[in-house]
């Protein structure tokens, strides 16, 4: 399992031959070193419909056939819009892809569409494939049920640690207590100034305080899940 970073809580991940983007901002993503049109997959999933993570899920399904997976709301929605190629769960609710069993579970957030519309609940996502357990947290505050997905086993937490719109370092770091992952990594910090975190020094809370390991990553780089 490979996981590419393209900044803010965007993320492509590399499960064998199918690629599963989450979250695809990209071209109003002032981070991000790639454009949508460059960008490849098989599957993309939404943790919620804020523009900032709706994204180009528009530019990147029409041109690759990718399916869309995210919650029934944001998925009618894409379906009232001709995208035919959606995959609705709700939260709680898993399935087994080609890729590997993806659940949804709660996050506490708003989720608006960009029209305004109703989006559903946010949601985090969980991705158990190759006997490996991701969770992308989303976008959420703190919530102490953090401990049940932290009792599946995490072997990545992909944390949001900008406050402002999301958990701030504080509370990320409880969330690190809470989940237990093996190994976490921070995102939504340095997209935009209001957010801007200083993720060593969050880095180095996490080691001094939990057993978890951190990884600080580069825009653009890939780690490769330990197997
Ligand atoms: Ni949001
Ligand atoms: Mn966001």
């Not at 960008?39 to 523009?51: E, K, N, P």
């Amino acid at each position: 399992m490979e996981l590419t970073w393209y900044g803010h809580a965007t993320w492509k991940v590399q499960i064998g031959g199918i690629g599963i983007i989450i979250d695809p901002f990209f071209n109003h993503n002032p981070v991000s070193p790639v454009k949508a049109e460059e960008m490849d997959a098989q599957y993309i999933v939404l943790t919620h419909g804020h523009g900032d993570h709706m994204g180009d899920t528009g530019i990147i399904a029409r041109r690759t056939g990718a399916t869309v997976i995210a919650n029934a709301e944001i998925c009618n929605w894409l379906q009232q819009r001709g995208f035919e190629r959606v995959h609705a769960q709700h939260i709680g609710g898993g399935f087994h892809y080609p890729f590997g069993y993806l659940k949804l579970t709660i996050a506490v957030h708003g989720s608006s569409l960009p029209d305004g519309s109703y989006g559903g609940m946010p949601a985090g996502i969980l991705i158990s494939a190759e006997g490996k357990k991701l969770y992308h947290a989303g976008d959420t505050g703190l919530f102490a049920s953090m401990a049940l997905i932290g009792e599946e086993g995490l072997d990545v937490a992909l944390l949001p640690i900008g406050d402002n719109y999301t958990m701030g370092p504080d509370d990320a770091l409880r969330a690190v207590k809470l989940l237990q992952p093996k190994v976490v990594i921070p995102m939504h910090y340095e997209t935009w100034e209001l957010i801007a975190q200083d993720p060593h020094a969050w880095a180095d809370r996490v080691r001094q305080e939990t057993k978890t390991q951190p990884v600080v990553m580069q825009i653009g780089a890939t780690y490769t899940v330990p197997g």
